[in-house]
């Protein structure tokens, strides 16, 4: 736990980076510059309203308009949703972060990589102006919407073939983040688990039946 006493004056960026087991901050009340308003697990700036430094467990308050860079702690193995009063993101600001959810329809000023390995949810109506805003572009194999993302579907195993592809299709296949399964699957699908779908991180196999390739 780290605690922020009230003569706080200077707190710098990449504090806690490789804090990957940090959850709770806490400011003291009586702190002039800085707080953790909404119990939020992480250091706001009053005066910019900018979050500086967080936990594996924070939540960003809506009253936050900007983030830091290394805002939030390495290989924390987290999702974050951001809210549409942010603004702008500093540099490697979410580098430990799997999902990340926006919830604006205008793109945030981002400088550099921002982020880690993981998917970059949008709002449905705003994926194709994320997917072609500045710098946003450079990230467009990870830009996701949640019909895309999110997939649930039947397949039945034929040899030399992969079903899980002819299902999803080559377009999206890459960009699916959590996938459901019914029915049969061979070594072609998990060929395809493995080397087409670089987002994956929920595979739910539970009823589904792997069935042996002759080959």
């Known amino acids: 736990d780290i605690t922020v006493g009230k003569m706080a004056s200077g707190i710098y960026s990449s504090v806690f980076y490789n804090c990957k087991d940090l959850t709770n901050i806490t400011v003291d009340k009586e702190c002039l510059l800085y ?3 909404d119990n939020c697990n992480a250091i706001i700036e009053k005066a910019s309203n900018k979050l500086l430094l967080a936990s594996k467990k924070a939540v960003i308050p809506k009253s936050v308009t900007s983030i830091s860079g290394n805002a939030f702690p390495a290989h924390a193995d987290m999702d974050l949703t951001v809210p549409e009063s942010v603004k702008s993101i500093d540099t490697y600001a979410f580098n430990g ?3 990340l959810y926006f919830e604006s329809e205008t793109p945030a000023a981002i400088n550099g990589n921002i982020f880690g390995w993981g998917a970059i949810y949008v709002p449905v109506s705003a994926y194709e102006t994320y997917c072609n805003a500045n ?3 450079n990230y467009k194999n990870r830009i996701v919407t949640t019909e895309i993302a999110e997939k649930s579907v039947e397949v039945y195993s034929t040899e030399g073939m992969s079903g ?3 299902a999803i299709g080559l377009n999206e296949i890459d960009k699916v983040v959590k996938l459901k399964v019914k029915g049969e699957i061979n070594s072609y699908d998990i060929i ?3 080397d087409k779908m ?6 739910d196999l539970s009823e589904a039946t792997v069935i042996a390739s002759s080959k």
């Open 198 to 203: 670089p987002l994956l991180n929920d595979l």
């Open 35 to 37: 707080d953790d308003r």
């Open 97 to 99: 972060v799997n999902r």
């Open 192 to 194: 395809v688990f493995r």
């Open 135 to 137: 710098v946003w572009s």
């Open 164 to 166: 899980i592809l002819d």
